[in-house]
């Protein structure tokens, strides 16, 4: 039994390795999409003045 942990161990460690340092990612259509996406600018809305003092301020 401990022959097939330690060669489980061991696969799993080859499986890592290989897709850690070896495989290089590929963009599918989805990264890609996303990616598109971030580029356009986000509008932003300041909303900090709407926001209630802290509790122990005379503000």
Do not use: C, D, H, W
């Not at 290089?24 to 709407?50: C, D, G, H, M, V």
């Amino acid at each position: 039994m401990p022959y097939v942990f330690g060669g489980l161990v061991v696969l799993n460690a080859i499986t890592l390795g290989y897709y850690l340092f070896i495989q290089q990612p590929t963009s599918t259509q989805t990264i890609q999409a996303a990616q598109a996406e971030l580029t356009r600018p986000i509008p932003f809305t300041n909303n900090a003045k709407y926001i209630a003092p802290r509790i122990g301020n005379k503000e």
